[in-house]
């Protein structure tokens, strides 16, 4: 199908579901994308999305900018009322329908970079929040009430030169026993992805380019009441998405994607590690998937998330070489090499996170898009496993 009537069909579609008329969906139908956070007066600029399954619930959130809107330009405040908050919207049906937006208590004012985890075996959802420092709250009850914890001791997360600023923005994750055989000896272990700082470097240091940063993980083995430094991506990394894959030992295996700000942009830089997290075995830039270098960014946030116990990979990002724009998805069955891309969305696209579907079919993508701009929104789209594309080996 043409581009321009997959956009149309696509709004036709989203308009529709919104207004309550129920459509026949098959699982080979091209997913639907439909906003759920949309811009108004008081939240003018909705960005950096993020998704997180908890049991039956998924819980969407979004960062609101007290600007005038998101274009990269416009950073002046137009109505003394708005405000920068993070937001969030839950659902219980799958991404079929969505409660009222509210915002996270605590996470009031100019907020940037965030990432959750939620704690299966504790049934605790933790947030942190890059603020003066790094602010960390949880959840005891899916979302609903939200306490604030002691902030992240920045100072003590560091080694060699390097050292945690801020976090990714996404979700992270926790060791699963079942992929290991015998059971992961590491599993429970809680793993977020985060941003550091090369203090020994010298380079760019900026949205352009980033010589100084490298990706990074953080790991808690007490559920979220201590952290250390684990792995440490490639120079010129920034933001990253982890996943678990299936190991041959009994540490857990892991695949990382990255955004690539180094000195040869244009691509996804990859890492993966054997040892639960605690380093890098392998990294390197993966030619299959694009990384957008636009007039004002390098790179992007990618999202990625396993299905069919981890045996296949998916990831979703803007495939154009040169603007945010035509959301795809890849898949593999290792993380070593990816399908082609299979186009989601083929307009303007930006930051995205993926979430397993709590039904069991698939999964949940949020992604900013829209037609003017890349960020028009922040849209769900529920992509079943039989629309996937087959994935590589």
């Not at 990714?168 to 290991?180: D, E, F, K, R």
């Not at 941003?195 to 980033?210: E, I, L």
Request: glycine share 10%; aromatic share 6%.
């Amino acid at each position: 199908m043409h581009s321009l009537t997959m956009l149309a069909a696509s709004a036709i579609f989203a308009a529709l579901a919104s207004s309550g008329f129920a459509l026949p969906v098959l699982e080979t139908d091209p997913p639907i994308a439909s906003p759920i956070f949309v811009p108004s007066p008081r939240y003018p600029c909705f960005r950096q999305p993020a998704i997180l399954a908890v049991g039956a619930k998924l819980l969407a959130f979004s960062e609101n900018r007290n600007v005038s809107e998101c274009a990269p330009e416009a950073v002046e405040l137009r109505q003394p009322d708005e405000v920068g908050s993070l937001l969030l919207r839950i659902s219980v049906d799958s991404a079929a329908t969505w409660g009222a937006m509210k915002t996270v208590p605590g996470t009031v004012g100019n907020i940037d970079f965030y990432s959750i985890v939620y704690d299966a075996k504790a049934k605790k959802i933790t947030l942190l929040l890059q603020d003066k420092g790094v602010t960390v709250l949880s959840s005891s009850d899916a979302g609903t009430s939200w306490t604030r914890e002691a902030p992240l001791d920045l100072e003590g997360l560091s080694k060699g030169g390097i050292a945690v600023s801020k976090p990714a923005v996404g979700h992270g994750i926790q060791v699963q026993p079942h992929l290991c055989p015998g059971g992961c000896k590491n599993a429970g272990r809680l793993i977020v992805p985060m941003v550091c700082t090369n203090k020994t470097a010298s380079g760019s240091h900026g949205d352009k380019g980033c010589i100084t940063c490298n990706s990074c993980l953080l790991i808690s083995d007490d559920s979220a009441k201590t952290w250390r430094l684990g792995a440490v991506g490639q120079q010129g990394t920034r933001e990253s998405q982890i996943v678990q894959l299936p190991s041959t030992q009994s540490t857990a295996a892991l695949y990382a994607t990255e955004r690539n700000m180094g000195a040869h942009p244009g691509h996804r830089q990859y890492a993966f590690s054997a040892d639960s997290g605690v380093t890098y075995a392998t990294t390197g830039t993966d030619a299959t998937l694009t990384g957008p270098v636009t007039a004002h960014w390098t790179g992007i946030v990618g999202s990625i998330n396993g299905i069919r116990n981890a045996t296949t990979l998916v990831y979703a990002g803007p495939a154009s070489p040169t603007l945010r724009q035509d959301m795809a998805i890849h898949t593999s069955a290792t993380g070593h090499s990816w399908s082609a891309g299979k186009t989601l969305w083929p307009g303007f696209a930006g930051y995205s996170d993926l979430a397993a579907s709590p039904d069991g079919n698939g999964l949940v993508l949020i992604f900013e898009n829209g037609k003017q701009s890349f960020a028009d929104y922040v849209s769900v789209a529920k992509i079943p496993a039989l629309w996937l594309p087959a994935a590589a080996v």
